[in-house]
Nanobody, 125 residues
Framework: QVQVVESGGGQVQAGNSLRLTCTAS????????MGWFRQGPAKEREFVAA????????YYGDSVQGRFSISRDAAKNAVYLHMYTVKSEDTAVYYC??????????????????WGQGTQVTVSS
């Protein structure tokens, strides 16, 4: 089992930056990847970004490509989502997830078995 906990959400003005943190614990030595998903008001859950734990290779959703950056600290079992130039449409609950399913697509929520409770990000204009 892997437990994940998000932190860092809150209210931010459009155009500013915010960093989310996710920390994993438990059976982290066999993790394949960690990712961020979000769900805005009246929207379906959307892939944001993910990082492959073995080599740090990262993936991004089209709506955040070029504005968000994901990084990991393997020693701390932590992954960070750096959100730059945020927009109102970035308002959502952001969920961190972890997977031990090797070679599964890290952009698909179906690949992840372990999810955090979510952290709210609200972008004000």
């Amino acid at each position: 089992q892997v437990q994940v906990v998000e932190s860092g959400g809150g209210q931010v003005q459009a155009g500013n930056s915010l960093r989310l943190t996710c920390t994993a614990s438990g059976s982290t030595s066999t993790m394949y990847g960690m990712g961020w998903f979000r769900q805005g008001p009246a929207k379906e859950r959307e892939f944001v970004a993910a990082v492959r734990w073995t080599d740090g290779y990262s993936y991004y959703g089209d709506s955040v490509q070029g504005r968000f950056s994901i990084s990991r600290d393997a020693a701390k079992n932590a992954v960070y989502l750096h959100m730059y130039t945020v927009k109102s449409e970035d308002t959502a609950v952001y969920y961190c997830a972890a997977t031990r399913k090797w070679f599964k697509s890290l952009v698909s929520s179906n690949s992840y078995a372990y999810w955090g409770q979510g952290t709210q990000v609200t972008v004000s204009s």
